[in-house]
């Protein structure tokens, strides 16, 4: 039996995206012991699911932290294998901490490099699926994921997700106007679809403003963690928000998917993949006309 370790820190929507990955791995050493290396927001989930025998959490010490940089050494050490998902300069400099083993990724002198020139236009998908091929993975399966199409609160059906709260990067530009949502949210409950606000306790003025306009809705901002957030998702007539992690979620649970992107968010390395995803984009998101989505809305 081969140690094998797989490194994925990252945002929930390149998490989610690397489920499939995962399954791959998972797949392809079955008889194996492998170790997932990620951040304290996932670990939940990925104990839970299918893929992993145990968990490290990777604090992400200073470059001159040096009692955290030991701790994060014996992380990476003892292992036969090690899959860099991350593929960031930071992952990429785990290689040298981790002693230099067999590794799959763009660190320099690696085993098992991702040799694709263009890897990085590509979507996440594609991209990882090319450096697994590198690593000598060939058998791709879809992830199961009936262990996650449980969770959260059961709520009549039928319910949409509304995600109305994105970064505030770029001054706000990847932000669809939240009175926009509330129209949404009216034109939802007008044809006997709840309204379900989610998002984190950051968001609940958001949250309250969409109850404000459409007293059917319902605000979870919050109260969910993501394994409720993914079986939501699994359950729901749609999803409507931004590019962000709960939308990406969303759409691997099969939620049909309304996603609002801006300039600053490339479909092409990073769209939202499920069965029914529709994707609109503009420079600068106030400038997504109401009329657009709703009549998107209305053809459901």
């Keep these: 039996m081969k140690r094998i370790l797989v490194i994925r820190l990252g945002a929930l929507g390149d998490f989610a995206l690397s489920f499939a990955a995962f399954a791959a791995i998972r797949a392809h050493h079955a008889d194996d012991h492998i170790t997932l290396l990620t951040t304290p927001p996932f670990v939940s989930l990925a104990l839970d699911s299918p893929w992993f025998d145990a968990l490290r959490t990777d604090t992400r010490p200073g470059w001159f932290d040096l009692p955290g940089l030991w701790r994060l050494r014996g992380q990476l050490r003892g292992f036969d294998f090690v899959y860099d998902l991350q593929t960031s300069r930071r992952s990429s400099r785990y290689f040298t901490l981790a002693g230099r083993p067999p590794w799959s990724g763009i660190a320099r002198g690696c085993s098992h490099p991702d040799r694709n ?46 995600v109305p709260s994105t970064s505030p990067a770029h001054g706000g530009a990847k932000r669809w106007p939240l009175e926009r949502f509330c129209a949404i949210a009216r034109q939802l409950a007008a044809r006997g679809v709840t309204p379900v606000v989610i998002g984190g306790a950051a968001d609940a003025p958001n949250a ?20 409720d957030l993914a079986g939501l998702a699994a359950r729901a007539w749609l999803t409507l928000g931004g590019d962000t992690g709960p939308v990406h979620l969303a759409a691997i649970m099969g939620s049909p998917v309304i996603a609002l992107f801006s300039k600053y ?3 092409i390395q990073a769209s939202p993949r499920g069965r029914q995803v529709t994707l609109l984009q503009e420079g600068v998101l106030t400038d997504l006309p109401l009329a657009r989505v709703a009549g998107i809305v209305a053809g459901l």
């Design 265 to 267: 968010s490339d479909p």
């Design 208 to 227: 309250a403003a969409i109850l404000a306009a459409c007293p059917t809705a319902i605000d979870l901002t919050g109260r969910t963690n993501l394994q």
């Design 117 to 162: 020139p263009g890897r990085n236009q590509l979507h996440t998908l594609e991209r990882q699926q090319g450096q697994l091929r590198d690593a000598g993975i060939t058998a791709f399966p879809a992830p199961e994921l009936g262990w996650l199409s449980t969770g959260g609160p059961d709520i009549a059906r039928p319910f949409a997700l509304l």
